[in-house]
């Protein structure tokens, strides 16, 4: 090869070598003996605009790759070739499965190479690993459960079910809070308690692995641009995966025990651990998505809001693959005087309603925000979302009494709801006007909802309510306010149950006592009119 060409395939190699990060790092799995080349994309790849050859020339081609260590390489010589097709600005993890020998061999080294191999034998780059790590293992055999509490853009506690693993807890010991932040994962150290402990929280002076009971991540003591990146991304994606991290060295191997959190919540520094707004449920519907304050008729937290302005609620529904998220901003004083929260019907709620099963859960986050948009206290709730059965329902408002009829979806889950309907309900009527649902009367009976009979009805007179009265008006008063509001307002109505919770809202369509006079006139005016006009006509045939 002469000078020229020699230059030229330097020229080229240089090109190439800014295709991936000097940050790449490989990973291993000491339980399955396999090594993992990560190949993070180079930082300011798309900054690159004069003969970006990455971007120009390598999508889509395969890149024969290898790994050397100080004595030996993989794949071995005369094994088949380990290559990756090539993807502009994205990481790209390449796999090597060892012999268990070979991977013992070199599980202690700290230091590797990567050479990668375009155009196969044509151009060559060699980069050094940044970091090598093993092994990533499964946590849930080391802890039992993790859960984490947070105050909102503050400390958070992390308590755990520890089982019996050897990990020695010395200075040696790194502890860390791990999530997905931008293109990277983020790790939150955590560090030992020092002062003011508690009796099984994390500290040097532990006993044992299994003592530790909860482990902090303390605002006062933290890196607060860590903390704050975490909340930045928890509070725009509540799917987030975190996790609970120990990384140390056992046999020579550099280890990392990884939990995600199986459950996340809030730390009530606003003292409402009684309200009932803490019992919060999700109800597919099917004309709409409705969130309930169980327990409650009113949105109005029983303690205080402080310096809040707003509401946010956000709703994740979940089922396998799917899942979809809802939100809704809402003033403060206008949701005080809603009852619970309506999202209309989408194309994924429909989709998710469609394929419900009892796994079908629901992420609910209700968030009071200041008049600068800062989360000051916050909800978080996770459970099973259930399946609104009615597809149609209609009342008729009487002189003295109030009859709904009801026609239920045929879907299996309703013909067979796993706990019934049953026993004490509610029966509230409100009404909506500018998008906002006020609460117009609310009365408590006995009432059994049968799902296996797809029409129904009902009546109740004043005299089959348990409560009489709502707030200032008996219940004779609220028939004739429901009536009224009738004229004009949009009304519906909504059973709950303290069983299942099943929540409806609906337009009332009908209502007798209204409407019947003036369709009667209507026709008497109509007839009159027949009448006239076929007297006119047998005048003029005469």
Not at 190 to 216: H, M, W
Not at 342 to 355: A, G, K, V, Y
């Amino acid at each position: 090869m002469n000078y020229f060409a020699i230059t030229l395939l330097k020229t080229v190699s240089s090109s190439f070598s800014e295709c991936f990060s000097a940050k790449s790092y490989l990973s291993g799995s000491a339980s399955t003996y396999e090594l993992t080349l990560h190949l993070l994309p180079f930082e300011r790849l798309n900054q690159i605009t004069s003969e970006n050859l990455c971007k120009m020339y390598l999508p889509g081609k395969l890149v024969v790759t290898q790994l050397h260590f100080d004595d030996i390489s993989f794949p071995r010589s005369g094994e088949d070739e380990i290559s990756f097709e090539y993807k502009f600005n994205a990481e790209i993890q390449v796999s090597f499965q060892l012999s268990e020998t070979d991977y013992l061999h070199i599980a202690d080294k700290q230091h590797a190479m990567f050479e990668l191999w375009y155009d196969v034998n044509l151009v060559k780059v060699n980069n050094s690993v940044n970091s090598i790590e093993h092994t990533k293992f499964n946590g849930t055999g080391c802890f039992k459960r993790a859960e984490m509490e947070y105050t909102i853009y503050g400390d958070i506690d992390i308590t755990v079910i520890p089982n019996n693993c050897k990990v020695t807890l010395d200075a040696n010991l790194e502890v860390y809070m791990e999530f997905h932040g931008g293109e990277a994962n983020q790790q939150i150290p955590i560090l030992p308690c020092t002062s003011g402990c508690q009796a099984n929280e994390y500290q040097l002076s532990s006993s044992s692995f299994q003592d530790v009971k909860l482990y902090r991540v303390k605002k006062a003591t933290a890196d607060d641009v860590k903390l704050q990146s975490f909340y930045k991304h928890f509070v725009d994606n509540r799917l987030l995966p975190v996790s609970m991290n120990l990384r140390y060295k056992t046999n020579g191997l550099n280890s990392v025990i990884s939990r995600q959190f199986d459950n996340k919540t809030a730390k009530d520094t606003w003292s409402c651990t009684s309200d009932p707004h803490l019992l919060l449920a999700t109800t597919l519907n099917p004309n709409n998505m409705f969130v309930q304050f169980r327990d409650s008729l009113t949105n109005k937290m029983t303690c205080d809001t402080q310096n809040a302005t707003h509401v946010r609620v956000d709703d994740y529904v979940m089922d396998g693959s799917i899942s979809t998220r809802l939100q809704r901003m809402v003033d403060l004083e206008k949701y005080n005087q809603q009852i619970g929260v309506t999202f209309d019907i989408s194309l994924e709620l429909t989709q998710l309603r469609d394929n419900y099963s009892s796994n079908t859960m629901s992420l609910i986050v209700v968030s009071y925000l200041d008049a600068n948009g800062l989360i000051l206290w916050e909800i978080l709730r996770v459970g099973f979302a259930y399946l609104g059965c009615i597809s149609k329902a209609t009342m008729h408002i009487h002189e003295d009494h109030a009859c709904i009829s009801y026609q239920f979806d045929s879907k299996k889950e309703c013909m067979s709801q796993f706990i019934p309907a049953s026993g004490k309900n509610t029966l509230g009527i409100f009404y909506k006007e500018n998008g906002i649902t006020h609460q117009l009367s609310f009365y408590s009976f006995h009432y059994d909802l049968d799902y296996s009979i797809l029409k129904q009805s009902h009546c109740f007179r004043c005299e089959d309510y348990e409560d009489k009265s709502n707030g200032n008006h008996t219940c004779a008063e609220n028939q004739e306010i429901t009536k009224q509001k009738l004229k004009s307002a949009i009304v519906g109505f909504g059973v709950i149950s303290k069983f299942d919770s099943i929540i409806l809202e609906t337009v009332v369509s009908e209502c007798l006592t209204i409407f019947v006079p003036f369709i009667v006139a209507i026709s008497v005016l109509v007839l009159a009119v027949v009448i006239y006009v076929s007297s006119i006509i047998s005048k003029k045939l005469r």
